[in-house]
């Protein structure tokens, strides 16, 4: 029997293209979608690459038809929080809008299986249940979806969409998550690579290994590393949130892929640690793995649209995908350095500014 072909759109970015990644490993035959406006080319290369848009039906039907995918993973999306609450129009035009026409058309042209990368930031601001559990509350599936800002909110409506689809026979998982860190292997020479950089890990890194200052100086991370906000109602003052590696998150995308294919209903699953780490922790922990004792970051205020908890409970995943992440903190922080201090990705991240390589 020939693998079975699997769509995977915003498969050129940091976590479709780990997806794409493993999906071959695991002898599937990915299908990369993406418009490559913030996918990188050369993070496309596991399977078949069709650039287009899939908000663009007669594209994604062309797709289907040539390849007859039996599921999708869907990761394409915008996923800066501070610029959603800037321009919220892009994040539901994208995140929603376009996202519900690429599951429309699946769905037309017969492809019944979707594993949704969502968010966990359809919550909200989880503070109150962490601290009514004693400070070690993560959120299940049960809590109250509240999104406070237009990323949030636009992913909550995809993923209502898409759950609509459930009575003309379409089964669907819709995982939600929050900070997703470190890469695979070097060797399969994929990683995380944003312009803008706002995740908080490589931005950790990034300053306290040999980068070009040229790169600092794109991402904004000239003055290194900044805490943003020391005032939150947290043991430190600042923010709390859940991180997981990029091959757990996978994984557990797998896990869902399964799942579906062998029958399995439409659900919701949380995918996080069940434990958060605190922004003044996360440096601590970079102070230890990349042994740099003099670590000391400024502080500013905070940042609109930031929450001051985020955890996810795994629970139910491990109940029913036998999901639980296997690699901690360090095992992240150690995984970025050696991917940002990569030729590959600072002559990639050079490239896209326009700036030629020494």
């Given at each position: ?173 819709a995982l939600r998550y929050f900070n997703v860190a470190g890469a695979a292997d070097i060797e399969a020479q994929i990683g995380e690579a944003h312009i803008p950089e706002s995740h908080l890990i490589p931005r950790l890194v990034l300053p306290l290994i040999d980068t070009p200052v040229v790169l600092l100086n794109a991402l904004g991370l000239q003055d290194g590393f900044t805490i943003y906000g020391d005032d939150y109602p947290t043991q430190d ?122």
């Amino acid at each position: 029997m020939n693998p079975s072909h699997i769509l995977v759109s915003g498969g050129a970015g940091y976590i479709g293209s780990h997806a794409a990644y493993a999906l071959k490993q695991a002898g599937y035959e990915p299908v990369v979608v993406d418009n490559l406006s913030t996918g990188n080319a050369w993070a496309a290369s596991f399977g078949a690459f069709e650039q287009g848009d899939i908000g663009h039906c007669d594209f994604v039907r062309a797709v289907c038809e040539k390849y007859a995918p039996v599921a999708a993973m869907h990761f394409a999306a915008f996923i800066e929080v501070g610029e959603s609450v800037r321009n919220p129009d892009k994040y539901f035009e994208n995140n929603r809008d376009k996202a519900s026409r690429f599951f429309k058309t699946l769905n037309g042209c017969g492809v019944k299986k979707v594993v949704f990368s969502s968010t966990a930031a359809v919550y909200g601001d989880t503070s109150a249940v962490y601290r009514s559990a004693g400070g070690n509350g993560p959120v299940s599936e049960l809590y109250p979806t509240r999104p406070i800002n237009p990323y949030g909110q636009a992913k909550l409506e995809a993923e209502a969409y898409l759950r609509m689809l459930d009575s003309d026979g379409l089964r669907s998982i819709a995982l939600r998550y929050f900070n997703v860190a470190g890469a695979a292997d070097i060797e399969a020479q994929i990683g995380e690579a944003h312009i803008p950089e706002s995740h908080l890990i490589p931005r950790l890194v990034l300053p306290l290994i040999d980068t070009p200052v040229v790169l600092l100086n794109a991402l904004g991370l000239q003055d290194g590393f900044t805490i943003y906000g020391d005032d939150y109602p947290t043991q430190d003052g600042t923010a709390i949130r859940d991180y997981v590696h990029v091959l757990d998150l996978i994984d557990a995308h797998l896990r869902a892929l399964d799942y579906l294919l062998n029958g399995g209903e439409t659900d919701i699953f949380n995918l996080g640690s069940g434990a958060g780490f605190s922004v003044l922790e996360m440096v601590a922990a970079a102070r230890k793995a990349l042994d740099r004792p003099d670590f000391s970051p400024a502080v500013a205020p905070r940042r609109e649209g930031d929450p001051a908890i985020l955890v996810a409970s795994n629970r139910k995943a491990n109940r029913i995908l036998g999901w639980r992440p296997a690699r901690g903190l360090q095992d992240m922080i150690r995984d970025a350095a050696v991917w940002h201090r990569s030729a590959l990705y600072r002559d990639a991240m050079l490239a896209r500014m326009g700036v030629e390589a020494a």
